[in-house]
């Protein structure tokens, strides 16, 4: 009676912890989500800055992802060279960020109230004029101020993880080296999620349905990284599917 329930404890810790993967993996797509950057009209975005509704702002011209997935739902960022612009992001106060391209405008009218070889051209010489007029300019930044916590998750699970195929149980479907390579390689952390419903040393179903002989039968380092090449592919054409369909307000791809 009392042998069991030390073994039961463990267990019930071992649920604990994947509970709470899983719940931080929610919690990193969430804020991810919410936060990506959706393209906006150069109306909109001069709207926004007329109204104060911009809580930061950065320029850039060109993204440094691009609609491509990232691990761990690393965020899209712009890079910027010699001038600012084309493109503008900004956040507004409920914590979403919107992009666009300052070269696509109907009518903009200049002044000398900015410096116009700073800029890439009219667009966003237009737009840095709202700015300041708005006395907005000080709020030039980072516009993703949750893309640190997206990425600090990330580690934490990483963490957990190599912690537990290391030096945890010995896995029962698939080698160390197996989840190794698919989980490093899968995009916004899918091969994790694979990995806590599949091969989980807390799940006692797993354990007592494996055979003498299923260790010489487990998957293995080369099948995880092929999978795991396969599931950027395949995610990569779904999204880019679900863009085209749905648009940046459901599925924001930066870039694409």
Excluded: C, K, N
């Amino acid at each position: 009676m009392h042998g069991g329930a030390p073994v039961a404890w463990t267990w019930r810790w071992w649920g604990v912890v994947r509970l709470a993967l899983v719940l931080l993996w929610l919690l990193a797509a969430v804020v991810s989500w919410w936060t990506a950057p959706r393209e906006q009209s150069y109306e909109q975005a001069r709207a926004d800055v007329a109204a104060g509704h911009v809580t930061a702002y950065q320029w850039g011209d060109s993204w440094a992802t691009g609609g491509s997935p990232r691990l761990w739902f690393g965020a899209s960022g712009l890079r910027t060279s010699s001038t600012l612009g084309p493109l503008l992001a900004w956040r507004t106060p409920d914590g979403r960020v919107s992009w666009t391209d300052t070269d696509r405008f109907d009518q903009v009218t200049t002044t000398d109230a900015v410096d116009s070889a700073s800029y890439s051209g009219p667009g966003a010489v237009g737009v840095a004029q709202d700015l300041r007029a708005g006395g907005l300019e000080q709020r030039a930044g980072e516009v993703r101020p949750l893309g640190g916590a997206v990425t600090g998750i990330g580690l934490v699970v990483t963490a957990v993880f190599l912690g537990v195929v290391v030096a945890g149980p010995a896995p029962v479907l698939g080698t160390r080296w197996f989840w190794f390579w698919l989980v490093s390689t899968a995009p916004y952390g899918l091969g994790m999620l694979f990995w806590l419903f599949r091969d989980r040393p807390w799940s006692r179903s797993v354990v007592s349905a494996a055979m003498p002989g299923d260790r010489e039968r487990r998957d293995r380092g080369i099948l995880g990284l092929g999978l795991g090449i396969l599931a950027t592919i395949l995610v990569s054409l779904l999204l880019l599917t679900f863009h085209e369909a749905f648009g940046d307000r459901w599925v924001p791809l930066p870039g694409a």
